[in-house]
């Protein structure tokens, strides 16, 4: 013979139905509630945003209630602790709700300064340092975290040098490839640029005296090499470094090459001459026309220039004629 204690023992749909319909009969009245304070709220905005919560919440948690109680067969005990919870979640919606803004900061100052914490962090990560120490000062003067404000304070002022420095080097490497080039027009634009940005970092310290000095090295640089050329009668090579030469010197540097100029030039000259005669004596008017061009272009204020311009149009007719 079994034992009545052994057999399950069932749901008893009548008692574990009666939270439904007490929870029911709260929510209406919640509901109540919260008009009554929508109808009496007057002035006041903070009656009427809790009145408004109030209905709401009511609303929107009533048919989930109403589905449980369908349920209940088969969870009586599950749904009276989802009842339980929701209950205590509503207790809280509503103690809060009459709450003033400043009360609520006070309950929710965790969650508050751990949402401070990720914007602060996400600001630096995008390298917002503005935006970033505002931040910071919310989170030391509103919420009295000063501690941690120091914190973001130095690691807002490291990640700022870092960025500028990096902005720095790059910056002076594009400086860099402007003298390389010896863009120096643009080097001069560049060196007061950088120092208009950032005129705090000690790299940018002398830049025009930098493009300065490495200008002076390529023009010394230049003046030996066309010495040279001159000393070898290399004179082709010499004529072209004098013409580079000729935009970096000014009077005064000028003067104590001269003579050595003069002296490449009446050369660099007469043997152009030499070569457009003996090309067009044997009739090779290509290399007649070449030597003729360059003898207009580079003395063009001389008598030979004068005969040359006369005999080009001859020699260009010719010379088209071989080649076609």
């Given at each position: 013979?079994?034992?009545?204690?052994?057999?399950?023992?069932?749901?008893?749909?009548?008692?574990?139905?009666?939270?439904?319909?007490?929870?029911?009969?709260?929510?209406?009245?919640?509901?109540?509630?919260?008009?009554?304070?929508?109808?009496?709220?007057?002035?006041?905005?903070?009656?009427?945003?809790?009145?408004?919560?109030?209905?709401?919440?009511?609303?929107?948690?009533?048919?989930?209630?109403?589905?449980?109680?369908?349920?209940?067969?088969?969870?009586?005990?599950?749904?009276?602790?989802?009842?339980?919870?929701?209950?205590?979640?509503?207790?809280?919606?509503?103690?809060?709700?009459?709450?003033?803004?400043?009360?609520?900061?006070?309950?929710?100052?965790?969650?508050?300064?751990?949402?401070?914490?990720?914007?602060?962090?996400?600001?630096?990560?995008?390298?917002?340092?503005?935006?970033?120490?505002?931040?910071?000062?919310?989170?030391?003067?509103?919420?009295?975290?000063?501690?941690?404000?120091?914190?973001?304070?130095?690691?807002?002022?490291?990640?700022?040098?870092?960025?500028?420095?990096?902005?720095?080097?790059?910056?002076?490497?594009?400086?860099?490839?402007?003298?390389?080039?010896?863009?120096?027009?643009?080097?001069?634009?560049?060196?007061?640029?950088?120092?208009?940005?950032?005129?705090?970092?000690?790299?940018?310290?002398?830049?025009?005296?930098?493009?300065?000095?490495?200008?002076?090295?390529?023009?010394?640089?230049?003046?030996?090499?066309?010495?040279?050329?001159?000393?070898?009668?290399?004179?082709?090579?010499?004529?072209?470094?004098?013409?580079?030469?000729?935009?970096?010197?000014?009077?005064?540097?000028?003067?104590?090459?001269e003579e050595v100029a003069r002296g490449v030039v009446v050369k660099s000259r007469e043997n152009l001459g030499v070569r457009f005669k003996l090309m067009v004596q044997d009739h090779q008017w290509p290399e007649a026309?070449?030597?003729?061009?360059?003898?207009?272009?580079?003395?063009?204020?001389?008598?030979?220039?004068?005969?040359?311009?006369?005999?080009?149009?001859?020699?260009?007719?010719?010379?088209?004629?071989?080649?076609?």
């Open positions: 013979m079994k034992n009545d204690t052994d057999a399950p023992t069932k749901p008893n749909n009548a008692s574990a139905g009666l939270p439904f319909i007490l929870s029911v009969a709260w929510l209406t009245a919640l509901a109540g509630v919260g008009l009554s304070l929508i109808a009496t709220a007057g002035e006041s905005s903070s009656r009427l945003t809790a009145g408004i919560v109030l209905v709401a919440v009511s609303c929107a948690v009533l048919p989930i209630t109403l589905i449980g109680a369908w349920a209940i067969r088969s969870s009586a005990g599950g749904m009276d602790r989802t009842l339980s919870d929701l209950a205590h979640a509503l207790n809280t919606m509503t103690q809060e709700a009459g709450l003033s803004e400043g009360a609520k900061r006070v309950l929710h100052r965790r969650q508050e300064r751990e949402l401070l914490r990720r914007a602060i962090e996400q600001d630096i990560h995008d390298e917002d340092w503005d935006a970033a120490m505002v931040l910071v000062k919310e989170l030391a003067e509103r919420f009295g975290y000063r501690a941690d404000a120091e914190e973001f304070r130095s690691k807002i002022e490291r990640a700022r040098l870092q960025t500028l420095d990096r902005q720095v080097v790059d910056s002076l490497a594009h400086l860099d490839d402007l003298i390389r080039t010896r863009n120096w027009t643009e080097a001069y634009a560049e060196a007061a640029r950088i120092q208009r940005l950032f005129p705090e970092s000690h790299r940018v310290d002398g830049l025009r005296e930098r493009v300065d000095e490495s200008r002076q090295r390529y023009r010394k640089d230049l003046e030996r090499q066309f010495l040279v050329a001159a000393q070898r009668e290399q004179l082709d090579e010499a004529m072209s470094l004098l013409k580079e030469l000729d935009q970096y010197l000014t009077p005064a540097e000028a003067a104590p090459l026309l070449e030597a003729g061009e360059r003898i207009v272009a580079e003395f063009p204020n001389t008598r030979m220039a004068d005969e040359v311009r006369e005999l080009l149009p001859a020699i260009r007719e010719k010379s088209a004629a071989i080649k076609s």
